[in-house]
């Protein structure tokens, strides 16, 4: 059992490695973000939230690890209604790291640091105030270049722990995905914010929480369904006799075009080049 910055990690194998080691440097470079940013540290927000789907837990922790192809189909009603900006100005690359571990929805430096100051102008001074000094506590606490990412996206700690965190507005929010048999899972659902945010904005996370990736919101029952529907169609005779295609993305592996940023980066398709493969455009 280990202890990485509050959060404690245990296993049955007693030769296992040390988890900074499991976990990696690079994977910890973003990480850390999460863990340093909060002013008075993290804390739950609620108590965890527990249920089920009909699904193999696999294609959850996949989901979070880098599938960022699904999210203007699965999630485009979202985009359609006005209730996320533009694809385009939130995530750039996915990433995957050693031992299994990966990330997608990966912004650009800078530009989470812009989408939170502009939600900020949107919520008020307080909310303005509070991203200032988010940003100057990171400068303060990491790397000139992790302080300019500023915000992370959603990934997955190999095999069945994914996590979500966008800006500062957005809760650290944990998934467990727990194997009831074959093609059931029990997710366990924990979400953590900064203890000494303003009350607004802790509520502003909270319902952000409730309404995107919480068992009813938007984005959790989307997911829900494909799981369920992707595990319901493997158990079919033909589909059992056919494996997975992984190849999408081989061949086109590439370090980050700044060498100091950690991690093997791909990227992710934008809203243009998804809309042009849904209408058969070659623009």
Partial sequence: MENYKGFIFANWDEDAIPLVDYLGADQLWYLDLAFEAPLGGLEVIGPTMKFRIKANWKLAAENFAGDDYHVLYTHGSAFQIGFLPDYDTLGDYIAYFGHGHGMGDISKPGRAYQNDVG??????????????????????????????????????????????KFGVF???????????????????????????????VKDFARTQMSQENAAAGIFGQDDGENFEQITESARGVVSQTRDFNYAMGLGHEARSTRRDTPAIWGTIRSRTTATSIATGSNS
Avoid at 133 to 147: C, D, F, I
Avoid at 184 to 200: G, H, K, M, N, Y
């Fill in 119 to 164: 939600m900020a102008q949107f919520l008020g001074p307080e909310a303005i105030e509070y991203v200032n000094a988010v940003h100057e506590r990171l400068k303060a606490r990491v790397s000139p270049l992790q302080a300019e990412m500023h915000g992370l996206g959603q990934g997955n700690i190999f095999p069945n722990l994914s996590w979500i």
């Fill in 170 to 200: 957005h809760v650290f929010g944990l998934f467990q995905w727990h194997p009831r048999g074959p093609g059931e899972i029990e997710v366990w659902q924990t979400a953590l914010f900064d203890r000494d945010a303003p009350q607004s």
